[in-house]
């Protein structure tokens, strides 16, 4: 038996809401009820009975541990683009960052919209990373939004949830269609609300800024048509939903009503969205190229308050690898995009120092309410829970150097910026996946 005691901790439970001090003992990978009364590792090695010397005994000097990292809508480009990231590299790159789960999205070359590619890039997945994979399907056919997938069949090949990332199904009778057969077979459709005529082309948020540098712009109202058309979509299938990305202001009032009206709506957004703004591209610098684009920065604090009051669920990194050929060209035509897998941390931990967001409500939407959306048993630190845990330093401040990025890209907009928070090891199944020297 493999039994692990963490002591000297500061244990971050978003389940219980609590950010405190204290010991948490993992038995054969997963997280375990202490012996009552036993408050030393002596006392609880002889509780349970076990042989001297069986007990490793691991001292986090007071630093954080929480629940690992559920990224939902993480870009691996296998197959067909292999040298943009591998599942080994976005695996390590995972590690790195306290991720311990990847929920990968299917805008892959081809798209993973049959069961055959799906079992490939599981088989790919389950071979190469060091961290739990799990994999999304498309919603129609070559995500080309007029035919829908085989959602049964890829449910039974392992898909957890279904989309066609960026590319919204414009015909309103087709994705009527998806939802109520995903309703019948209770998958989860991801959509991403977005007015797709309107957004066509923009690669900025409007506003004086885009103005002054000339760039093509689409209205934060694009944002609100798109998830007001799904809502009411939603309304006449009953469909489990969850909305990539919540961006702008004047999306929150119609998302507020959904839930309130009890539908079955959830609703994330990036790291990138909670801790920049339109303002950041400066002198057209591309990394800060992202769909959507950047919003105001009135904007952002919006959406700050709507994950802080729970209205926003989940935070993820969408981590989407370009190359370095794909960015190095003029604002207009570089790709959209940005790696994130190692930053989501430490860009969140600018949200906690800011004072904007404590711990435990940071790691629900990193960890406890994406599992829970998937119906996942990981995200807490609940007895029989796996331990698949992160420990790290939210002090411990250094300069991002993308250089040293574990991804094949590194298309950061953090490249040289002052970030504060940093992972010292990462736990799948209680087994080290990541040690920072």
């Known amino acids: 038996m493999t039994v692990q005691l963490f002591i000297n901790a500061r244990l971050i439970d978003p389940e219980a809401r609590t950010d405190q001090p204290g010991m948490l003992l993992v038995s054969n990978g997963a997280i375990a009820a202490p012996p009552e009364s036993a408050e030393t590792p002596a006392a609880i090695a002889n509780a349970l009975k076990l042989p001297p010397g069986t007990?490793?005994?691991?001292?986090?000097n007071g630093k954080c541990l929480a629940p690992g990292i559920v990224d939902i809508g993480v870009k691996v480009c296998e197959p067909g683009e292999r040298h943009k990231e591998s599942y080994r590299s976005a695996?390590?790159?995972?590690?790195?960052?306290?991720?311990?789960t990847m929920v990968t999205r299917p805008d892959t070359v081809p798209a993973i919209d049959s069961p055959e590619t799906l079992e490939f890039v599981t088989r790919r997945?389950?071979?190469a990373a060091p961290v739990n994979v799990l994999p999304m399907a498309s919603l129609t056919k070559g995500r080309a939004g007029r035919e829908m997938t085989e959602i049964s069949f890829l449910m039974d090949a392992g898909a957890v949830a279904f989309t066609d990332c960026d590319h919204v199904v414009q015909n309103t009778k087709v994705f009527a269609r998806a939802l109520t057969y995903a309703r019948a077979l209770g998958a989860l459709v991801i959509a991403h609300p977005q007015e797709p005529i309107l957004s066509d082309g923009a690669c900025a948020?409007?506003?004086?800024?885009?103005?002054?540098?000339?760039?093509?712009?689409?209205?934060?109202?694009?944002?609100r048509m798109g998830l007001d058309r799904d809502i009411a979509l939603l309304e006449m299938t009953g469909a489990r939903y969850h909305a990539d990305q919540i961006t702008t202001a004047r999306a929150l009032p119609a998302l507020q009503r959904a839930k309130r009206n009890g539908l079955d709506i959830t609703a994330g957004v990036s790291i990138h969205h909670l801790t920049l703004n339109d303002l950041d591209v400066a002198d057209y610098r591309t990394f800060f190229k992202v769909k959507p684009p950047l919003r105001a920065e009135d904007?952002?604090?919006?959406v700050i308050e709507a994950l802080r009051d729970g209205l926003i669920d989940i935070i993820s990194s969408m981590h989407t690898p370009q190359d370095e050929e794909s960015k190095r060209l003029p604002f207009e035509e570089a790709a959209s995009g940005a790696v994130a897998l190692e930053t989501l941390l430490p860009?969140?931990?600018?949200?906690?120092?800011?004072?904007?967001?404590?711990?435990?409500?940071?790691?629900?939407?990193?960890?406890?309410?994406?599992?829970k959306r998937l119906g996942l048993p990981?995200?807490?630190?609940?007895?029989?829970?796996?331990?698949?845990?992160v420990l790290?330093?939210?002090?411990?401040?250094?300069?991002?150097?993308?250089t040293t990025l574990r991804s094949k890209s590194r298309n950061t907009p953090f490249d040289g910026a002052r970030m504060q928070g940093r992972v010292i090891a990462t736990y799948v199944a209680g087994a080290p996946v990541f040690r920072r020297d």
């Open 55 to 60: 007990l490793e005994v691991i001292d986090c």
């Open 91 to 100: 695996g390590l790159a995972a590690a790195a960052g306290g991720v311990t």
């Open 125 to 127: 997945a389950n071979a």
């Open 205 to 223: 948020t409007s506003g004086k800024f885009a103005s002054l540098r000339g760039l093509p712009a689409v209205s934060p109202m694009a944002e």
């Open 299 to 302: 904007d952002r604090i919006a």
């Open 347 to 371: 860009a969140a931990m600018r949200l906690f120092h800011a004072g904007q967001v404590d711990m435990p409500t940071l790691f629900a939407a990193l960890s406890l309410n994406p599992a």
């Open 378 to 389: 990981c995200g807490r630190l609940a007895p029989g829970a796996p331990a698949d845990l």
């Open 392 to 402: 790290f330093d939210p002090d411990v401040p250094f300069v991002l150097d993308r």
